[in-house]
């Protein structure tokens, strides 16, 4: 009996590498805080800007309530699946940081 993966037209994985190139045209934000959501399949980063500067009115609406409200600017969605690898990514760059720059993140 033939093995299955040598059957006409039947595909072999190729390994590949993905490489994601930055362009002058992709979008470019500045974000100073993050909140992170999850479902059973899923995570979801949300990211914005608290501004340096707060106008009187949202100043005192943030003294009262103790509380700030931003607006997300953006919402990164990606599977579940893929979470240990991204924590993989961003302690290696942060390692790289500090060891560039001399300086030691907490």
């Known amino acids: 009996m033939a ?4 059957k006409a037209g039947a595909q072999k994985p190729v390994p590949i590498k993905i490489i994601v190139e930055a362009t002058d045209s992709v979008a470019s934000y ?17 990211g914005g800007r608290i501004p340096a500067k707060l106008s009187p009115q949202r100043l005192n609406i943030a003294q009262d309530s103790g509380t700030l409200t931003i607006e997300a600017d953006v919402e990164i969605t990606f599977p579940a699946t893929i979470m240990t690898g991204l924590i993989k990514a961003l302690n290696i760059q942060k390692e790289l940081f500090e060891q560039n720059n001399n300086i030691k993140l907490a």
């Open 3 to 6: 093995d299955k993966s040598t």
């Open 30 to 46: 500045y974000l100073n805080y993050f909140e992170v959501g999850q479902t059973p399949n899923d995570f979801t980063i949300y």
